[in-house]
């Protein structure tokens, strides 16, 4: 049967299930717990039993000092709960609580999206993963050719890591995706950057605008909110500059078509060569007439982003209510 995590002092909430860690059903669940190896080895997901039962299911070679073990110290990679528990235990929720990681990862797949635009999976080692909050990005880099690029999956599988690289003229790290990358071939990983993330802080209704492969945070914030049984409705609106630019449609419409609280609409720019903000907040405000209840998040091209920003508080949403990412 599973146990209820109750977390203090942040209050997260989430359930284990057979034997999987504390740890592991944390992040499954989208709670963004501080942790290093995920191995028994680095002591970062110490957390203390303040009540209920554990059992150790793991080696560690972590030691704590004998104070700490009689106050009830634990590792979360080690244990799993036998009972419901209450833990102190640290959670991230702001960008500059996770610290900078350098991982050499291995490609899992490659896998075309459009004739522009590649799937690239990586896959971290077992000992090393990625942590990272949804919405953020890393360096990707194979010797000299290097590029940034917005993390495309959930934090919530912190080892196999999604992204959508576009064929750019002069990305020489894109070239290598689109020419002579393969499986099995190692990319370093650099990172994580960016504050494009999630606010857990005020539970409103979450508004998603992505421009062409802005879609990739998006995405990630998408899943992030889904695994933290997000209560409110979430709202996306996905411009594309091609017919066939909506790479993903069938991932959303297999969303909307599960989630009560997901809705997507997808656009076509009129002018392909400069899409205009306008056309979504049309969309936008035919549904939504007050916008000062949406939380929301925008990712595109400068030129989009910024402007829709703008137009988004002339139509009264509030600045601090507003998250963009150039991608």
């Not at 977390?7 to 709670?31: I, K, M, Y």
């Amino acid at each position: 049967m599973p146990f209820q995590v109750r977390l203090l002092p942040s209050g997260h909430v989430f359930e284990v299930v057979g034997h999987d860690t504390l740890l592991e059903a944390a992040l499954r669940a989208g709670v963004a717990i501080n942790y290093g190896c995920s191995s028994g080895n680095c002591g970062l997901c110490r957390a203390r039993l303040l009540s209920g039962q554990v059992e150790r299911t793991r080696h560690q070679d972590y030691v704590f000092p004998e104070a700490e073990k009689s106050q009830g110290w634990l590792l979360m990679c080690a244990h799993t709960a036998a009972s419901d528990v209450v833990l102190e235990a640290g959670v991230a929720t702001r960008a500059d609580e996770i610290q900078f990681q350098e991982i050499v990862a291995r490609v899992k797949a490659i896998t075309p999206l459009t004739d522009k635009v590649r799937l690239l999976h990586l896959q971290t080692p077992r000992s090393q993963r990625l942590r990272f909050l949804a919405g953020q990005s890393v360096a990707l880099a194979v010797g000299d050719d290097a590029g940034v690029y917005a993390i495309a999956s959930c934090p919530c599988d912190d080892r196999n890591l999604q992204f959508h690289v576009r064929n750019l003229p002069d990305d020489r790290f894109a070239a290598r995706v689109f020419g002579g990358m393969k499986v099995g071939d190692s990319v370093t990983v650099y990172g994580p950057v960016g504050d494009f993330v999630l606010r857990q802080d005020a539970r409103r209704p979450l508004l998603f605008i992505a421009c062409n492969s802005g879609f990739a945070p998006i995405k990630s914030l998408l899943e992030h909110a889904v695994s933290l049984e997000w209560a409110q409705p979430l709202y996306l609106y996905w411009l594309a500059t091609v017919a066939g630019g909506h790479y993903l449609s069938n991932w959303c419409r297999s969303w909307e078509d599960a989630l009560d609280q997901f809705h997507y609409r997808e656009l076509l720019a009129e002018n392909l060569e400069d899409p205009n903000p306008d056309e979504v907040l049309t969309a936008i405000l035919a549904e939504h007439a007050d916008l000062s209840r949406f939380q929301a998040y925008v990712a595109g091209p400068q030129g989009f982003a910024s402007r829709a920003c703008a137009r988004l508080m002339e139509q009264g949403l509030p600045a601090g209510q507003l998250a963009a990412a150039v991608v």
